[in-house]
């Protein structure tokens, strides 16, 4: 049983920090890439980061790019977002999710994706 469990979100202010936890289990995911998504209320499931689990290489919307940032750490098989220089336009549930398309595209959409957490709330107050 795949299983993937965010943790990390809370209450920041604006220009704070948080880091995001995903920890994944319930099969291999060498081939998968990984993304975390955000929803704020009224507003459709946006990407904001992606990485190749294989390679590392990661993706970033322009909305975050020098803000946030993904990783991965094999051993403990989690990814984790780190966010920077928040703001309350970045205020929504943040998903982490895995898509099996292997290394060579980075997937955008949340329809591309398999497997899914519960989400965690960040909240940013001005």
């Known amino acids: 049983q795949v299983q993937l469990v965010e943790s990390g979100g809370g209450l920041v202010q604006t220009g704070g920090s948080l880091r995001l936890s995903c920890a994944a289990s319930?099969?291999?995911?060498?081939?998968?890439?990984m993304g975390w998504f955000r929803q704020a209320p009224g507003k459709e499931r946006e990407v904001v980061a992606v990485i190749f689990w294989s390679n590392g290489r990661t993706y970033y919307p322009d909305s975050v790019k020098g803000r946030f940032t993904i990783s991965r750490d094999k051993a403990k098989n989690s990814v984790y977002l780190q966010m920077n220089s928040l703001t309350p336009e970045d205020t929504a549930v943040y998903f982490c999710?895995?898509?099996?398309?292997?290394?060579?595209?980075?997937?955008?959409?949340?329809?591309?994706?398999?497997?899914w957490g519960q989400g965690t709330q960040v909240t940013v107050s001005s």
């Open positions: 319930g099969r291999s995911f060498s081939t998968y890439a």
């Open positions: 999710a895995a898509s099996n398309v292997g290394s060579w595209y980075f997937p955008r959409q949340a329809s591309e994706y398999d497997y």
